[in-house]
T-cell receptor, first 114, second 115 residues
Framework: DAGVTQSPTHLIKTRGQQVTLRCSPKSGHDTVSWYQQALGQGPQFIFQYYEEEERQRGNFPDRFSGHQFPNYSSELNVNALLLGDSALYLC?????????????FGNGTRLTVT | AQSVTQLGSHVSVSEGALVLLRCNYSSSVPPYLFWYVQYPNQGLQLLLKYTSAATLVKGINGFEAEFKKSETSFHLTKPSAHMSDAAEYFCAVSQPSGGSYIPTFGRGTSLIVHP
């Protein structure tokens, strides 16, 4: 039973560029959440996708956008990258019908902006 | 609004000693509470969760946490530390928002275990 998988594992980009991160949820899960974890900090909620729509959004600018596909996989896009966007980006999946079920996390994508 | 405060960014113990990681929460409604562990270069893994069924919650790897409403606390303990427990630990609080539950995480506590 495959868990949450994320790609790529590492990425280096230049300021102003755009990046796309990908996530496949745990088998059987239908909800995907994205978190940003800066060095030495806890994960910060970016947004959550369910039924191919953004259901909740955290306090992140519009440069951060996402998408969920019919197979429940998801993408996180960040435009006009800033140095401060350097972080570990975590994808987490869950099952909507399981009331407040715990999140299952992938190992993350380490984004470095130079 | 919900929030989590983890006291102590680093906790250092000797192998075999008691582990105590502190977590205080703020929530406008009865919360759901979680502890997650993160090993280097990995994502977060659930240790245990409180969902109002019992105030003392047992998790994996010998960890447990006690919910104390009067103190708004959910501290994590383990009677005897093992070298393999060295990791980053995150407390999280969750309450309903817009039809779903979105956990808010604390800043984390790094557990260091000395031989």
């Amino acid at each position: 039973d495959a868990g949450v998988t994320q790609s790529p594992t590492h990425l280096i980009k230049t300021r102003g560029q755009q990046v796309t991160l990908r996530c496949s949820p745990k088998s059987g899960h239908d909800t995907v959440s994205w978190y940003q974890q800066a060095l030495g900090q806890g994960p910060q909620f970016i947004f959550q996708y369910y039924e191919e729509e953004e259901r909740q959004r955290g306090n992140f600018p519009d440069r951060f956008s996402g998408h969920q596909f019919p197979n429940y996989s998801s993408e996180l896009n960040v435009n006009a990258l800033l140095l401060g966007d350097s972080a570990l980006y975590l994808c987490a999946s869950s099952l909507a019908e399981e009331y407040n079920s715990p999140l299952h996390f992938g190992n993350g994508t380490r984004l470095t902006v130079t | 609004a919900q929030s989590v405060t983890q006291l102590g960014s680093h906790v250092s113990v000797s192998e075999g000693a008691l582990v105590l990681l502190r977590c205080n929460y703020s929530s406008s409604v009865p919360p759901y509470l979680f502890w997650y562990v993160q090993y280097p270069n990995q994502g977060l893994q659930l240790l245990l969760k409180y969902t109002s069924a019992a105030t003392l919650v047992k998790g994996i790897n010998g960890f447990e946490a006690e919910f104390k409403k009067s103190e708004t606390s959910f501290h994590l303990t383990k009677p005897s530390a093992h070298m393999s427990d060295a990791a980053e630990y995150f407390c999280a609080v969750s309450q309903p928002s817009g039809g779903s539950y979105i956990p808010t995480f604390g800043r984390g506590t790094s557990l260091i275990v000395h031989p």
